[in-house]
């Protein structure tokens, strides 16, 4: 799957977290793996923990590492994809597609889109 800019991605329900001095570990416990986040790493997770698209969590990382936004993009959509690979994140949802049930109910509940105006 790919992720776009507005991917907002999900922690797996079954992570178990624990707080560090040196950052987040990450444990799953179906497979048993540890995985240690450094402060960048825990950056990300907590931003995917409140919900946030890639695009606000890259940049969030560049305003605080004074690296250019493209760059942290494309190196966060590779740690994204290495977390959903270890089974620690559950698939992206883009926002478009967030707001298409919404659009959907309207439409059958109405039957005209949301955007049309009421007379």
């Avoid at 179906?30 to 825990?42: A, E, R």
């Avoid at 605080?64 to 590779?78: A, F, P």
């Avoid at 967030?98 to 509940?109: I, N, V």
């Amino acid at each position: 799957m790919s992720l776009d800019a507005e991917s907002v991605m999900k922690p797996s329900a079954l992570v178990k977290e624990c707080d560090t001095q040196d950052g987040i570990v990450l444990l799953h416990p179906k497979t048993g793996m540890m995985f240690p986040l450094d402060s960048v790493g825990t950056v990300v997770w907590k931003g995917i923990k409140a919900g946030l698209s890639l695009q606000q969590i890259a940049q969030q990382i560049a305003t605080n590492s004074n690296v250019l936004q493209e760059q942290v993009r494309k190196d966060l959509e590779e740690y994204v994809a290495q977390l959903r690979d270890a089974q620690l994140l559950d698939s992206a949802v883009s926002s478009e597609s967030k707001t298409h049930w919404f659009r959907t109910l309207l439409k059958k509940l109405f039957g005209r889109r949301p955007s049309q105006a009421v007379a």
